[in-house]
């Protein structure tokens, strides 16, 4: 399944700078996009999302940004901190009136350096 | 903050042997959901659950798979004759709707290794 795809499995910055996530989709029925974030031994901690009535969500540290004709999205987090060294996926749901099961793309683990 | 709770942490199986994987939903939640992520791999959709029946199952849940919320807290995720190819972390999720922007909340997994 290719719907999702994140095609930078790692990302390293300094703490302070800024990390950009990316993240691209196929189905263009997608309406709905969210970021996770998750460390090691833990399950994915919903983070932000955006609609794609929109092309930006801002939410203090992290904003994403949604590109429709790109079919492209991404993540940033600025100031960059220690503690957001964590897997982050972007994930879609196909909403149907019983549930959205979500798409996830394969992850990109994100480490800052102090 | 509420939370999504999973037990066992870890579960250790012979091949051929059933399993049960538990999980407790948010308590005002009324959606659950099954992912599993293999070693290496993305994390994939197995089964959601609404009003005490499945509402949706991918490919991967086959007969061997099953679920149940057998009272109003539990909900639980069966694999009746074990494959070692069913190693994974499992992981439940729950939303208190079906909409895109009632996002899911998962709980930190089952580890689940077949021997």
């Known amino acids: 399944d290719q719907q999702v795809k994140q095609n930078s499995p790692s990302l390293s910055v300094q703490e302070g700078r800024i990390s950009i996530l990316n993240c691209d989709y196929t189905?263009?029925?997608?309406?709905?996009f969210l970021w996770y974030k998750k460390y090691p031994a833990e399950g994915p901690t919903f983070l932000i999302s955006?609609?794609?009535?929109?092309d930006k969500n801002e939410d203090g540290r992290f904003t994403v940004f949604l590109n429709k004709s790109a079919k492209h999205l991404s993540l940033h987090i600025v100031p960059s901190q220690p503690g957001d060294s964590a897997v982050y996926f972007c994930a879609a749901p196909r909403t149907e009136t019983s549930g959205s099961r979500l798409t996830f793309g394969e992850g990109t683990q994100l480490t800052v350096n102090p | 903050e509420p939370e999504v709770t999973q037990t066992p942490s870890h579960q250790v199986t012979q091949m051929g042997q059933e399993v049960i994987l538990r999980c407790v939903p948010i308590?005002?939640?009324?959606?659950f959901y099954w992912y599993r992520q293999i070693l290496g791999q993305k994390v994939e959709f197995l089964v959601s659950?609404?009003?005490?029946?499945?509402?949706?199952k991918s490919e991967i849940f086959d007969d061997q798979f099953s679920v149940e919320r057998p009272d109003g807290s539990n909900f639980t995720l069966k694999i009746r004759s074990t494959k070692l190819e069913d190693s994974a972390m499992y992981f439940c999720?729950?939303?208190?709707?079906?909409?895109?922007?009632?996002?899911?909340?998962f709980g930190d997994g089952t580890r689940l290794s077949i021997l």
């Open positions: 999720a729950s939303s208190p709707g079906p909409l895109s922007n009632q996002p899911q909340h």
């Open positions: 659950f609404y009003n005490n029946e499945i509402s949706e």
């Open positions: 189905n263009s029925m997608f309406d709905y």
């Open positions: 955006i609609s794609s009535i929109k």
């Open positions: 308590s005002n939640h009324l959606y």
